[in-house]
């Protein structure tokens, strides 16, 4: 297991009401993330756990000083994305789900922003699978993306990268 500040062992949260309205993160104030779990710094490992907010993101990492490792983990039915990294934060995922949240699966946003998904299956999500955006780097290594809502992954506005090696990328829609 990777050195880490936190370790948090098998986990299971499950926060929020499904009695809210539907979460749009395109309509909330800039920078006004909902989220379940809010990493701002330090290395942390989530290892075998397992988070569903009802009321926004399951998974927030954030900023320069925020380096995150998750391990066997799952981030689903959360009513905005699965996992969100931002502003410089790094991230690595390995052998994880992000699915059926309301959003993205994975979201990778802004300038030194570093995300690697490895052995992850990213699906059933309301609009990608997996993206990039504002200058972030995105990489998918051996990994599962199929029937999201949008694209199975994407990147968006110019800086930012997504490379994609030995993955599965199905970009239909699920039956209803």
Not at 76 to 105: F, T, Y
Not at 109 to 133: I, M, P
Not at 160 to 169: L, P
């Amino acid at each position: 297991q990777p050195s880490a500040d936190v370790r948090i062992v098998a986990l299971k949260l499950l926060h929020g009401n499904s009695l809210l309205p539907a979460y749009d993160r395109r309509i909330t104030p800039k920078n006004a993330w909902t989220r379940c779990v809010h990493v701002t710094g330090g290395a942390v490992v989530f290892a075998s756990c397992s988070v569903a907010c009802r009321s926004g993101a399951g998974l927030l990492v954030e900023g320069a000083a925020a380096d995150v490792n998750c391990v066997r983990s799952v981030f689903s039915d959360s009513a905005g994305d699965g996992v969100v990294v931002l502003d410089g934060a790094r991230l690595q995922m390995e052998g994880c789900e992000a699915s059926r949240n309301g959003a993205n699966g994975l979201l990778a946003r802004g300038e030194a922003t570093d995300v690697r998904a490895s052995g992850c299956r990213l699906f059933r999500n309301g609009w990608q699978g997996a993206a990039a955006s504002a200058g972030a780097s995105l990489r998918v290594f051996n990994s599962w993306v199929h029937h999201n809502g949008q694209a199975g992954i994407a990147a968006f506005e110019p800086g930012s990268e997504i490379r994609v090696i030995r993955s599965q990328n199905n970009l239909a829609k699920p039956k209803p």
